[in-house]
């Protein structure tokens, strides 16, 4: 499919551009003059002041687009052409972006002026968010609010260790749960550990082994088992039944379940979390982040058994034991509110699934059609595509060439032109893992999956040919691959 039939704004979504501030400057400063004034330099500012490889390496990629205007599930460019945004912000936008009733709601309680962050009194705000939460939950009792995902897991850690009298947890390989000194210690890929041991008493698991966690459970000094439900590096979900098992195996044991659900929860498969896909799962911890900010303003939760909180707890001298300086701040707090508010109302989760589920079998259905295409996995809005081994000595011999210079390659030679040819946003889901991760924004329709499956049929045709662009740009990746080493 053409790029530019699929791209121009739809005829009720506003004109692309800038947004205006919607209110006057107070006390000299103008936003919006300032960002017209230097938005441009925007690829040099991050390159002198903040990660210089940034900008270095989305201009190697050619992701080094100029961004003005974001609605819903689109991005805009100056020119007005439409982006399609399968990220989501590594999934923060499950609701798009400047969604009205949860811009409604930010706006709204910054004028009402509350005495925000007292610390010496009980607001409202955060009693009503975990009311909403819990209630979507049976059998969580109480919930922690922080800033973000790491900070979730780091408090499900702590909480963990203390209520068990244990010092190591267990995770499972290729996990990712933070970046934090805490959660980085049950971070199952090396490249984010190296340097910066020591870390926390740790041990890895394969997924969905329960030989192996049975073995370190002998032992006797494990606190909990802190797994993803779906693996966010690679789309990785464990056998089914597995969580159960392994549920019952560290009850047993006298061990928790730590379930992170900062990505896949709050909607993302098709059930508000995903370990209620499987009957009688019920964590004593569970961790969430990203969708419950509705894109504005960072959260995190975690949400637990009554009893592990009345433990860490259990004293008005312990009160204080665990906090977040920002945590529960009335934007954040209402932010949640009205982002529970809109899943429930517009039905976002059913929409995920339903939407999930046909952009699935619309493109598993093409693994027949398509040699390099090795697998479609997944579950509502949260999927994988796998690239393997092609069978033809012509796309074989391509195929090696990407694989001895640098696993991954062959992945990214279909995300560029995904965004350069029809201007679709999407990410390898890990390095050295020839997988496109899918995790667009939970209120995608039809005709996105349609422009989907178009433009990426289009990017496989070419790729099946063994010639021309792609193969071209795949040359110059590895070149670049060589070259780093």
Not at 209 to 227: F, H, N, P
Request: glycine share 10%; aromatic share 8%.
């Amino acid at each position: 499919m053409p790029a530019d039939s699929s791209t121009e704004p739809a005829p009720d979504r506003p004109a692309p551009g800038l947004p205006s501030a919607g209110r006057p400057a107070a006390g000299g400063f103008d936003l919006a003059a300032l960002l017209a004034e230097r938005g441009a330099e925007r690829y040099e500012l991050h390159s002198r002041y903040l990660n210089p490889q940034l900008p270095r390496m989305l201009h190697t990629i050619g992701f080094d687009k100029y961004y003005e205007r974001a609605e819903g599930p689109y991005f805009y460019d100056a020119e007005g052409n439409e982006y399609l945004d399968m990220l989501a912000g590594f999934g923060i936008f499950a609701l798009g972006r400047h969604h009205p009733v949860v811009r409604a709601a930010v706006q709204q309680v910054m004028d009402l002026g509350l005495p925000d962050l007292t610390r010496f009194d009980c607001a409202p705000l955060p009693g009503l968010l975990a009311e909403e939460l819990l209630s979507r939950t049976p059998g969580l009792d109480r919930v922690f609010f922080g800033n973000s995902g790491t900070e979730a897991v780091e408090t499900a850690l702590k909480f963990a260790r203390y209520a068990t009298g244990r010092r190591r947890v267990l995770y499972c390989d290729h996990a990712f749960h933070g970046l934090t000194a805490g959660s980085l210690s049950v971070n199952g890929e090396s490249g984010f550990r190296k340097g910066f041991d020591p870390l926390l008493p740790d041990t890895a698991i394969p997924l969905g082994d329960l030989g192996a966690l049975a073995r370190e459970l002998k032992k006797g000094d494990v606190a909990a088992l802190i797994v993803e439900p779906i693996q966010g590096k690679g789309v990785l979900a464990p056998p089914p039944g597995w969580l159960r098992a392994a549920q019952d195996l560290l009850h047993a044991n006298r061990a928790l379940l730590i379930c992170d659900e900062v990505q896949t929860g709050i909607g993302r498969t098709g059930e508000f979390f995903a370990y209620q896909h499987e009957d009688g799962v019920l964590p004593d911890l569970v961790c969430a982040a990203k969708a419950l900010s509705g894109g504005y303003v960072p959260v995190g939760a975690t949400l637990g058994k009554g009893w592990i909180f009345e433990k860490v707890y259990s004293s008005m001298d312990r009160v204080l034991v665990h906090s977040a300086s920002f945590g529960s701040n009335a934007q954040a707090m209402a932010a949640g509110l009205a982002t529970l508010h809109v899943m429930r109302d517009e039905k976002v989760v059913e929409n995920a699934r339903r939407t999930g589920d046909l952009l699935r079998e619309r493109l598993a259905a093409l693994t027949d059609r398509y040699e390099l295409l090795a697998e479609v996995r997944g579950r509502g809005l949260m999927i994988g595509i796998e690239f393997g081994r092609p069978k033809s000595l012509k796309l074989r011999t391509g195929w090696t060439a990407l694989q001895a210079a640098r696993k991954g390659l062959f992945a990214q030679m279909v995300v560029v032109p995904l965004l350069q040819r029809h201007r679709i946003l999407t990410q390898v889901s890990g390095d050295h893992l020839e997988v496109i991760k899918l995790i667009p924004p939970l209120t995608i329709t039809e005709r996105d999956v349609d422009r989907f499956v178009d433009a990426f049929t289009d990017v496989m045709d070419d790729a099946h040919r063994g010639s021309g662009l792609m193969w071209d740009f795949g040359r110059t990746l590895v070149k670049q691959a060589v070259g780093s080493r």
